[in-house]
């Protein structure tokens, strides 16, 4: 599908432990213009840096062992452990994306937030694009 727009895939996951001690994992995916795909390990390597992150290519073989993990257009994999204690930037898979789209400004979800109608508009467009790969409508 991301191929026909000129995009591939970026993925950001965090699996961790809730406040609540219960097991909490998130994913997003992401479509990157391919044009910036050189630059996602660059990017993310820097912004890590600037929190003193370090990186590894491999996810915990221990379930309880919290992580951050970017999948990137290139087929590498930047992993981050996040320590105990540690306060881990639960935005940095945003940060990450908005300073490759040169959008560094969205990094915040709350200054990305759409009226209804937008919201509306942008589902409109999404179902139309996604369609031909709808598997629930064969």
Known sequence: MFEQYNHS?????????????????????????NSKCDIVEQVAREQGE???MDFTDQVPNNPEIPYFKLDMPNGKTLV???????????????????HILGKPEREDWKTCQQTEEEEKKEVGLFKAAFKPFDFTLQ
């Open 9 to 33: 895939l970026l993925s950001f996951e965090i699996s961790r432990e809730s406040f609540r001690g219960m097991s909490h994992a998130h994913i997003q995916i992401v479509a990157i213009p």
């Open 50 to 52: 600037m929190l003193g």
């Open 80 to 98: 981050h452990i996040i320590k105990p204690k540690e306060r881990f930037n639960l935005q940095f898979g945003r940060l990450v994306v908005s």
